[in-house]
């Protein structure tokens, strides 16, 4: 069974810094490119970051402004996200969701539950 | 940047059938795919490639997508399908993942 378990998140004061990890399992990691994506309260998706398969391509949302960095451990089967700078916009649920292989534009097929955080004094 | 533009809320009676819209400049140019998401939950695949269903999604829900309009279709709605509706594109100019806002479902 593919699972994606997020974990990391929690209550952070603006300016401080927080590592989300994602692990994965029932399916071949190294195989797929995967994103972050999160979800403001109340608020819809917005994508964060994307990693390929091998660390080759990384991309991210235009609004992190160089705050937030994804890597990845094949060997651990393992996503990350480091973030800092973190301010009260950032504030969500943070989940990762694993790509669609072999499609002509990017979507996803499996999600994990999420991560919440909270960047609050 | 692009920008996928969905009404906050869509309203409709059992049986009946829910379109749920999702607006962009030439979208009918991409690739649209679609997320359901109940509260608490994470989101779900719905449709993917505008009008292609995964495996376990009814037949039910269909899509379309032309001109500045993705549509996603929900037929003979039952209460089991109230939930939030995303649509999600590529866009290749950017290399970015967008997503639109979100749209709410209510089975009256």
């Known amino acids: 069974e593919v699972q994606l378990v997020e974990s990391g998140g929690g209550l952070v004061k603006p300016g401080g810094s927080l590592r989300l990890s994602c692990a994965a399992s029932g399916f071949t990691f190294s195989r797929y490119s995967i994103y972050w994506v999160r979800q403001a309260p109340g608020k819809g998706l917005e994508w964060v970051s994307s990693?390929?398969?091998?660390?080759?391509?990384?991309y991210y949302a235009d609004s992190l402004k160089g705050r937030f960095t994804i890597s990845r451990d094949n060997a651990k089967n393992s996503l990350f996200l480091q973030m800092n700078s973190l301010r009260a916009e950032d504030t969500a649920v943070y989940y990762c969701?694993?790509?669609?292989?072999?499609?002509?534009?990017?979507?996803?097929?499996?999600w994990g539950q999420g991560t919440l955080v909270t960047v609050s004094s | 940047s692009y920008v996928l533009t969905q009404s906050p809320s869509v309203s409709v009676a059992p049986g009946k059938t829910a379109r749920i819209t999702c607006g962009g400049n030439?979208?009918?140019?991409?690739?649209v795919h679609w997320y359901q998401q109940k509260p608490g939950q994470a989101p779900v695949l719905v449709m993917y490639?505008?009008?292609d269903r995964p495996s376990g999604i009814p037949e039910r829900f269909s899509g379309s997508n032309s001109g500045n309009t993705a549509t996603l279709t929900i037929s003979r709605v039952e209460a089991g399908d109230e939930a939030d509706y995303h649509c999600?594109?590529?866009?290749?100019?950017?290399?970015?993942?967008?997503f639109g806002g979100g749209t709410k479902l209510t089975v009256l």
């Open positions: 490639y505008d009008s």
């Open positions: 990693i390929s398969s091998s660390s080759s391509f990384i």
């Open positions: 969701a694993r790509e669609v292989p072999g499609t002509a534009t990017p979507f996803f097929d499996y």
């Open positions: 030439n979208i009918g140019s991409k690739s």
């Open positions: 999600q594109v590529w866009d290749s100019s950017s290399d970015h993942v967008v």
